[in-house]
């Protein structure tokens, strides 16, 4: 059974960096063919994917949040990362991580929320 649990800080000041992490367990995120992602969902809002990061460790981002995002992965702590620059009150959601397997995200994290605010 494959558990996801997010971490991070609730509360980031405007101009700053969010980051946030994802321990899986259950499985390696090296695992072929899995890739592994983060979304979001902003107050009253529909999901937002942000990007995922690949078993092999490549990183792709949503189109309009790629200037502003990274991806990344430390093996030996089986978790993947993410850093979003520069955020505004508009980043406030819950961010949550989840398994990508062919068919679509199969396993997700709980979520936490993630509020923008001086």
């Known amino acids: 059974q494959v558990q996801l649990q997010e971490s991070g800080p609730g509360l980031v000041k405007p101009s700053q960096t969010l980051s946030l992490s994802c321990t899986g367990s259950?499985?390696?995120?090296?695992?072929?063919?899995?890739?592994w992602s983060w979304i979001r969902q902003p107050p009253g809002k529909g999901l937002e994917w942000i990007g995922y990061?690949?078993?092999?460790?490549?990183?792709y981002y949503s189109p309009s949040l790629q200037s502003r995002s990274s991806i990344s992965r430390d093996t030996s702590a089986n978790l993947f990362s993410l850093h979003l620059s520069s955020v505004s009150p508009e980043d406030t959601a819950v961010y949550y991580c989840?398994?990508?397997?062919?068919?679509?995200?199969?396993?997700w994290g709980k979520g936490t929320l993630v509020t923008v605010s001086s």
């Open positions: 259950g499985g390696p995120i090296t695992s072929i063919p899995y890739f």
């Open positions: 989840a398994r990508v397997e062919a068919n679509g995200m199969d396993y």
């Open positions: 990061i690949s078993y092999s460790g490549d990183a």
